[in-house]
């Protein structure tokens, strides 16, 4: 399903999704906010250093979605950003994407690497600065009031128009870090490209992606967010909720409509409407989220 330049509130409960159309005026984010405290906001393809027709000024759609963001009348508690936070992998570009991510309010990111993230030569640029929690891997996972968040990488040796892998040593690990929770844990993935088949002639999809949702299944609650197609679709396949989200910096075709993938000039007035963040929230009153989707407009 794709959704246009409304915002809309996913409201989920056993593992179902209901979409709800909101207008995000402040008054409608103070009603979202009553639903649950935010637990988290993701944030994907910022593309810093990305200076074409489709967005001349990234830095400045950005800095709107980081203003989106601490206007939220109750902080989450964390962001995620999931991949391409530079257009070319370049040093100054993670020095200015670190620079304005620096102004959100939420202390913490978790970030999983896009594949425009790992273009330099020693692909070592993004792990310099996002390495840590990962030893440098680039996937790991951590819980949060409940919720085992797990970030997976699914662009080492991307080649344009291949789908995404995550290999063997990954599969490995993630068999053995779920293999510790409970199927009742909410589980929440998050990674760059989609982990479901979406357009494969596009690329747009993980190609041994079943492999890490055939551990999954047993779990009750679970959420798979990815960025990469600058656009949502959403998928439910039984207690599975897959999610993909907008970019801040341009939009993309929809899938098969073109020769191919890439950025997609829109009139500039129709630009924001187009581009977004989504916020997650947990309800502990019952086994509940909430996904809020808002257009920078």
């Known amino acids: 399903m794709a ?71 109750h902080q989450p508690e964390f962001i995620i950003h999931t991949g391409d936070i530079t257009h070319l992998s370049r040093p100054a570009e993670f020095d200015a994407a670190q620079q304005l991510l620096s102004g959100l309010k939420a202390s913490e990111l978790h970030t999983v690497p896009g594949e425009h993230d790992v273009a330099d030569a020693t692909q070592s640029e993004y792990f310099q600065r996002f390495g840590r929690a990962s030893g440098n891997r680039g996937y790991y996972s951590f819980d949060h009031r409940g919720v085992h968040m797990v970030g997976l990488v699914n662009v080492m040796n991307f080649k344009p128009g291949g789908l995404g892998i995550l290999g063997d040593d990954q599969l490995k690990w993630l068999a053995t870090d779920l293999a510790a929770r409970t199927p009742s844990t909410p589980v929440v993935v998050f990674a760059h490209m989609p982990l479901w088949s979406i357009y494969d002639a596009w690329g747009w999809g993980t190609g041994d992606a079943d492999q890490a949702i055939a551990l999954l299944r047993r779990f009750g609650s679970v959420t798979v967010l990815n960025g990469h197609i600058h656009q949502i679709v959403q998928k439910v396949e039984g207690n599975i909720t897959f999610y993909t989200a907008r970019a801040t910096a341009y939009p993309q075709p929809a899938p098969g409509v073109g020769p191919g993938p890439g950025p997609l000039t829109v009139p500039a007035d129709k630009l924001a409407s187009m581009l977004g963040v989504t916020s997650v929230s947990i309800r502990r009153d019952q086994p509940a989220a909430i996904l809020i989707d808002a257009p920078l407009s």
């Open 3 to 73: 959704f246009g330049s409304a915002g809309t509130l996913f409201a989920l409960s056993g593992g179902v999704f209901t979409p709800i159309d909101l207008a995000f005026a402040a008054d409608n984010r103070e009603a979202a906010a009553r639903l649950g405290t935010p637990l988290f906001v993701q944030i994907s393809d910022t593309h810093i250093g990305f200076n074409k027709d489709a967005n001349p000024d990234v830095r400045g759609t950005l800095a709107g979605s980081i203003d989106l963001v601490n206007a939220i009348a």
